[in-house]
């Protein structure tokens, strides 16, 4: 049980893994007032740097004692980053509703060079004020040149961080999970990177100013010889021994360091108290000797030393394993869940009525021969409703669906006739030769021709269109995704909303 030791190098990471998590979860909360981030920020890097070189001594405290010093610099900052931000933002949207294609590139340069420009002031900006006292127009100096100093590993942390942008929107579903494993790892190398810079910077200074001191005591030796005399004679003088002299943890040292440093000092006099204690005492195995030494520690402090000793030892290792059981019970039910649905649809300019969602979710098992306990067909409760223009310009709707295509958040998608052109022009879906027979089984009227006339949508025929419950005034399809996996029970599918019998 030697890794459950407050000290042992498993305890510290775990600590550290619990306090940075603690640390992004309070940045968080005190962002959402949006005018706080740079104040929330700066204050999450002036304890989590510490987290890392072990030199905390809690997290609530020094955090929120941190965003009352930093505020005012750090509120400026973000003030002046929020807008360049802003402008960023409404260039990107207006090159997105443009076309990348047809945006002059020196327009499109600058822009993603201001991206990567702004976003590196950012990233280095904060720690410094968490780190410095300067004046403002030094701390955006000083943030680029560390930024260029930096570059490296500070773009590879940057891409790590959209790749986590991207994996979380990819899937959503694992969110919580993959940001906190993100936001963690993210933090911690951002702190190993400006921890070394900063401590580079300070050996730096540190050697000048001793340079300098040499040069002074130097030019002292030749004027004033006399001082080095009296100086001589002081060394001679008796230093009283204190070396080696017991240093006891009581009342006093808890006033005069903070409460969780007094908790540590305790720690380790008991320590020493229970080593000296014999073997009679503590015998057993491993579990019971740290039971019974525990309770020992535990004997002698009051309530608030004792609430005191399991936060900065044990609750760190509650919280993870609080996060472990969830997410384990959360990736279980989520397995299970998947496990049973069968097939998912989705609707673009269409809503089927509640009948009709019965007829393609519950009505589809039970044709395949299950009851609704044991599998399950859904049918998204809402209606993507995208453009239908042929210009199409709000082209990120269009991006989202292909994502959710291609993740598997759709088995099949019913679309009314009018919005069929602009989501098969780019071959989204799956070509239906692949699933059935269409000849054998469709005329050609019913069936419609996607890039490179591949076939990707079926007409669904009017006793149909009636089942779901949509207006008669439209045609409506029935298209697929690319899902290997489903391609049974997508033709079963087809067999079931067309009366057929297809063969695979």
């Not at 400026?76 to 980053?81: E, K, Q, R, T």
């Not at 942008?165 to 906190?180: H, K, N, T």
């Not at 519950?362 to 223009?389: H, I, W």
């Not at 009227?445 to 949508?457: K, N, S």
């Amino acid at each position: 049980m030697n890794f459950l030791k407050p000290d042992s190098p498993v305890m510290r990471l775990i600590s550290k893994i619990a306090d940075i998590l603690v640390l992004n979860i309070l940045t968080i909360i005190c962002s959402i007032p949006i005018v706080t981030i740079g104040a929330a920020v700066t204050a999450n890097f002036s304890v989590a740097m510490k987290v890392v070189k072990d030199e905390d001594n809690g997290v609530f405290l020094p955090y929120f004692k941190a965003f009352k010093k930093n505020f005012k610099p750090a509120t400026l900052a973000w003030i002046v980053l929020g807008m360049a931000i802003f402008l960023i933002v409404i260039d990107w949207r207006w090159i997105i509703q443009n076309g990348w294609g047809t945006t002059p590139f020196v327009y499109r340069f600058l822009v993603v060079f201001m991206s990567a420009f702004v976003w590196l002031i950012t990233l280095s900006i904060f720690p410094l004020i968490a780190r410095y006292e300067m004046k403002m127009m030094e701390y955006f100096k000083a943030a680029l040149i560390l930024s260029i100093t930096r570059f490296i590993p500070l773009a590879l942390v940057s891409l790590f961080m959209l790749g986590s942008v991207i994996a979380c929107i990819w899937y959503a579903r694992w969110f919580p999970l993959l940001y906190a494993f993100c936001t963690l790892t993210s933090m911690y190398f951002l702190c190993l990177i400006y921890i070394k810079a900063f401590n580079r910077l300070e050996m730096k200074q540190k050697e000048g100013e001793e340079g300098e001191e040499s040069e002074e005591e130097n030019s002292e030796e030749t004027e004033e010889p006399e001082i080095i005399e009296e100086a001589e004679e002081v060394k001679e003088e008796e230093i009283p021994e204190t070396e080696g002299a017991p240093v006891p943890v009581n009342a006093s040292i808890m006033e005069e360091v903070s409460h969780a440093q007094a908790v540590k000092e305790l720690h380790k006099e008991m320590e020493i108290d229970t080593e000296r204690e014999p073997e009679e005492e503590i015998k057993g195995n491993k579990l019971t000797k740290f039971i019974r030494t525990e309770k020992k520690k535990l004997k002698g402090l009051t309530t608030k030393q004792k609430i005191g000793y399991f936060v900065q030892y044990y609750l760190p290792i509650v919280i993870l394993l609080l996060v472990f059981i969830v997410g384990v019970s959360w990736f279980g039910h989520d397995i299970y869940v998947n496990h049973k649905i069968i097939l998912k649809g989705g609707m673009i300019n269409c809503q089927v009525s509640d009948a009709g969602r019965k007829y393609v979710t519950d009505g589809f098992v039970e044709s395949l021969g299950y009851t609704t306990k044991q599998r399950t067909a859904l049918l998204s409760d809402t209606n993507l409703d995208f453009k239908s223009d042929i210009e199409f310009e709000e082209r990120y709707l269009d991006i989202s669906l292909r994502a959710q295509m291609a993740t598997g958040t759709f088995s099949y998608l019913l679309i009314r006739d009018d919005a069929m052109y602009n989501y098969t022009r780019d071959d989204y879906f799956t070509d239906l030769n692949t699933l059935i027979d269409i000849n054998e089984y469709f005329e050609e009227d019913e069936i419609y021709y996607g890039a490179e006339d591949v076939p990707v949508g079926l007409k669904l025929r009017i006793d149909t269109v009636r089942k779901l419950g949509l207006s008669e005034d439209h045609d409506y399809y029935v298209v697929f995704g690319y899902n290997t996996g489903e391609m049974k029970t997508q033709n079963d599918f087809i067999g079931y909303l067309f009366d057929l019998d297809p063969e695979a």
